[in-house]
């Protein structure tokens, strides 16, 4: 499986024909890493040194503050994971023993000195963990900024988002043994993973209760945009009661590599990463292009995914609670699992019907590429200083000088102001305050 878990991903003649592929596959993940670490050096030094004059760090938008601790999230973790790979190499090829012991294969007893396949996984899910909040804190990031700019309202709890998703950058690197309760740990280490992975509960409830706060009595414009991110609000929510049950080590025990990991994964991480992807992209897609996606299809794809990955998702919890375990292609050895397949049928048949929806998606993003409604600068009406750049293709930015940045991302509806948004780059009045 993806987790490659020695002994067998660590002895080529366990699995006929495995040896050359594995270990190129290894490297390709090397070569991956040191590239995605340049990346993130890149952008972490960007950030730090190279903002605009006025752009204090409390000015930053949201969305950059995550893609600003992903950045580093990826620094931290993903050399531990190169770490990993490299010593599993060893061991496939040049006959050392980081992961191995004394195992039999085929009656063969191989003998190897002093290693073991748990350091494997405390390395893997050392990086595993950091890893679902790579690929979450930029789903946040966006949906901050859609849910505030459609809300008109200023992100409420500005302070208290940008200090919630550093509690979750720095939570997701001491949570790593949840995913090995089963490996026979100490108990007593296995209640201070629990702990943790609780306590993490904590900064992703606050960033729900903000995001509902500003949804709360809010003038909202409900674009394809805005519905996507309220989607992701509501499978974060969902995803994060389920992982509540699984941070636990006494329940989680019961469901291990089960159906229901499939379905807290999946809802928590895959969907609401998906969920703040095509947010952002209905967003931002007149800043790229120009042009508008035609908001009807952007409906009806919203409603086609979002009932369909429910679909999906949803009843593999109740698949895992009745002990259906996850990575087998049939169930023909498991005859006390029989009375599911009707569940089954109906995951296979949501999951074709999402998948055919996406061409709804693609048909919307490439027709309007070409023939969608000329945009306007700023046709959400939004603050961030993308959105003062013009709409003509021309080298650079801006034609003339680098704007200056006067006020926080967030100034919508503000009492006494002339519209319902004032954009970064406007200079205070006299006597204005900037929040």
């Known amino acids: ?133 790579i690929i979450l804190l930029p789903a946040l990031g966006i949906v901050s900024e859609v849910i505030s700019v459609n809300s008109r309202k200023p992100i409420f709890g500005y302070k208290a988002m940008v200090g919630s998703l550093l509690a979750i950058a720095f939570l997701s690197f001491i949570v790593w043994g949840h995913h090995m309760f089963m490996t026979g740990m100490n108990p007593f280490l296995g209640s201070v993973f629990t702990f943790t992975t609780l306590l993490i509960a904590i900064p992703s409830a606050i960033k729900v209760f903000n995001y509902l706060a500003t949804l709360w009595r809010a003038n909202i414009r409900f674009t394809p945009a805005m519905l996507f991110a309220i989607a992701m609000v509501s499978t974060f929510i969902a995803g994060g009661l389920t992982g509540l049950i699984l941070g636990d080590s006494a329940l989680d025990i019961n469901i291990h590599d089960t159906y229901f990991v499939v379905g807290h994964f999946h809802i928590v991480m895959g969907l609401s990463a998906i969920y703040g992807m095509f947010a952002g992209v209905y967003h931002w897609f007149p ?44 169930n023909e ?21 999402g998948a055919v929806i996406q061409t709804i998606f693609l048909f919307n993003f490439f027709y309007s590429i070409f023939k969608g409604t000329k945009s306007s600068q700023n046709p959400w009406k939004a603050n961030t200083l993308e959105w003062t750049t013009p709409i003509e293709r021309m080298h650079g930015n801006w034609p003339g000088d680098i704007p200056e940045v006067h006020r926080w991302p967030y100034d919508y509806s503000k009492p006494g102001a002339d519209d319902d948004f004032i954009q970064q780059n406007i200079p205070l009045k006299p006597g204005e305050s900037e929040h």
Not at 41 to 65: A, E, F, H
Not at 311 to 325: D, E, I, K, S
Request: hydrophobic share 50%.
């Open 333 to 353: 050895s498991f005859s006390m699992f029989d009375g599911l397949a009707d569940i089954n049928a109906v995951i296979t048949f949501f999951a074709l019907a």
């Open 1 to 133: 499986g993806w987790t490659i878990y020695p002994p067998l991903s660590a002895l080529p003649q366990a699995i006929p024909g495995s040896g050359m592929g594995m270990t190129l596959w290894l490297i390709s993940i090397i070569l991956f890493i040191v590239g995605s670490l340049l990346g993130g050096l890149n952008y972490i030094v960007t950030v730090l040194n190279l903002r605009t004059k006025g752009m204090s760090m409390k000015r930053l938008p949201l969305t950059v503050w995550s893609l600003f601790l992903t950045a580093i999230l990826g620094v931290l973790s993903f050399p531990v994971l190169i770490s990993c790979g490299l010593l599993l190499i060893f061991d496939r090829s040049f006959g050392t023993s980081f992961y191995l012991s004394d195992i039999i294969i085929g009656g063969e007893a191989l003998h190897h000195e002093g290693g073991s396949p748990i350091l494997f996984e405390h390395l893997f899910w050392f990086l595993g963990h950091p890893e679902v909040y």
């Open 287 to 330: 800043k790229m292009y120009g042009r508008m996606m035609n908001k009807y299809l952007g409906y009806l794809h919203f409603w086609g995914t979002f009932i369909c990955a429910y679909g999906v998702f949803f009843p593999m919890h109740f698949l895992g609670l009745a002990g259906l375990p996850r990575r087998y292609y049939n």
